[in-house]
């Protein structure tokens, strides 16, 4: 089950905590109030939500955690983290609640919602809202005295929203269980294929800043015309290149650009791109490869111990294959994570590993061969390995490119796709693999990681001032 503990705490024992706040993280100014329906959890809850405040919050002059300076003081109704957090600010929402997942379930960040497997939906108490300036995402807050994801678990994080986390307290994720917000492309046991993009990506974004990979484009063989592959999308490392069609002479599909951002810092709190799509040759019922989606945006933030036994994971999604003479879709790029307590302890896993390109291809031949084109694999949540590009072994398809992870090479770029290397052409183009994306870690007293699996490596592992 899903338990949130009400603990009377904070001004007012039983007041709401439900309603999220709205505040600018460029200006950091005056929060203003977006009233939520309180939800029943065996607590008397007043909906009207809290008063707009008249206070600055405070700055962060260097764009991250570790400001040396104590803030000032927080306004009534408010508790903080006892360090300057990257991205939002540390003041926040008194939590009034334990957040403990007994069960998986579903975060919607758009909705403030969230979806326990076997029970009804909830809103979420102590949830606020900051707006990232230009076409960034907005950041989900939610604010509680202590967060646990129990053992064998996951809880999936989807919509148009940036995560934080934020406890005064702890946060555990426990072994076997799973924090995601990491894109997916699968099919359903009907044979749909779907897609999901993690919470905090942005393709409006990407394409402004060039991360997006490049859509496949027809290229001709003899009198056949077939469809390059698209390339990979690209955020904390190059995109890889969807691969021409075989004997064209055609250029490769570019991948998507390192995509804006701190150098050293998972700043601004953003998801990773999507990969380009292979392009769709002139037939009808050819359908091109879909393209990779990509990883979205988690911060986890505690005034305590951040033990993470078990997976958090923002990885890019595989690329889609083609079909009659279509190019593979570009895996999507990992996207960003941030950690920061007063404590870190890493046993298990944290990824934002890029997924594989999807093979592009002519057609079932007359032996039966390439009846069975591969997706591109979906980059690994809890592992170092690069995700495979879709390949079946068929000479008359395009392998696509492996995506990035922190075992792949020093180029720690996603992999080209591949041409077609038969006589059945013209086949489509393999799909380029998705970069990696970025990772940090802050603390201010003990990082613990040894044992852990951490890909791409940390941007930054910054030990900063604790004020209290």
Do not use: W
Request: overall charge negative; hydrophobic content about 30%; proline content about 6%.
């Amino acid at each position: 089950m899903l338990r949130v503990r009400c603990t009377g705490r904070g001004p007012g024992a039983g007041a709401s905590r439900a309603s999220p706040r709205v505040c600018r993280a460029a200006q950091r100014a005056a929060i203003a109030v977006a009233p939520l329906a309180a939800i029943a959890l065996g607590c008397d809850f007043d909906t009207s939500g809290l008063g707009a405040g008249d206070g600055a919050l405070p700055g962060q002059p260097d764009g991250g955690a570790g400001d040396a300076g104590a803030p000032g003081e927080c306004a009534d109704g408010e508790a903080r983290v006892p360090f300057v957090p990257t991205n939002i600010e540390p003041c926040v929402q008194q939590p009034e609640n334990e957040l403990v997942f007994e069960q998986s379930a579903e975060i919607d960040t758009d909705g403030a919602v969230v979806y326990p497997q076997s029970s009804l939906p909830r809103e979420l108490p102590g949830a606020a809202v900051v707006e990232q300036p230009g076409r960034l995402p907005d950041i989900l807050v939610v604010s509680t005295e202590s967060l646990r994801i129990g053992a064998g678990h996951v809880v999936r994080v989807r919509g148009s929203r940036a995560l934080a986390l934020v406890s005064t307290g702890d946060i555990e994720v426990e072994p076997g269980a799973k924090l995601t917000a990491s894109g997916l492309t699968d099919h359903t046991s009907g044979g749909i294929l779907f897609r999901i993009a993690g919470a905090g990506a942005s393709r409006e974004l990407c394409d402004a800043e060039g991360g997006l990979g490049h859509d496949g484009r027809p290229q001709d063989y003899e009198d056949t015309t077939g469809g390059s592959g698209g390339g990979g999308g690209g955020f904390g490392s190059l995109g890889g290149a969807g691969a021409p069609v075989a004997r064209s002479g055609g250029d490769p599909s570019s991948g998507g650009d390192v995509a804006g951002g701190s150098e050293t810092r998972v700043a601004p709190l953003r998801g990773g791109c999507a990969g380009g799509d292979g392009y769709n040759a002139d037939n009808d019922l050819a359908a091109p490869g879909i393209s990779g989606p990509p990883g979205g945006a988690l911060q986890l933030v505690a005034g305590g111990q951040i033990d993470i036994a078990g997976t958090v994971t923002v990885s890019g999604g595989g690329g889609a294959f083609g079909a009659e003479h279509s190019g593979g879709g570009g895996g999507g790029s990992g996207g960003g994570v941030a950690i920061e307590g007063r404590d870190v302890v890493i046993g298990g896993a944290v990824t934002a590993n890029g997924g594989g390109g999807g093979e592009g291809i002519r057609t079932i031949t007359s032996d039966g061969a390439c009846a069975s084109p591969e997706l591109g694999e979906n980059g690994s949540r809890d592992g170092a390995g690069a995700a495979e590009g879709g390949d079946s072994g068929c000479s008359a398809a395009g392998a696509g490119g492996d995506g990035d992870a922190g075992e792949a090479d020093s180029s720690q770029d996603g992999a080209e796709g591949d041409s077609a290397s038969g006589p059945a052409a013209p086949a489509g183009g393999g799909g380029g693999g998705g970069g990696v994306g970025r990772i940090h870690i802050a603390y201010c007293e003990q990082l613990a990681a040894d044992a852990a699996v951490i890909s791409p490596e940390p941007i930054g592992e910054h030990r900063v001032h604790c004020y209290e």
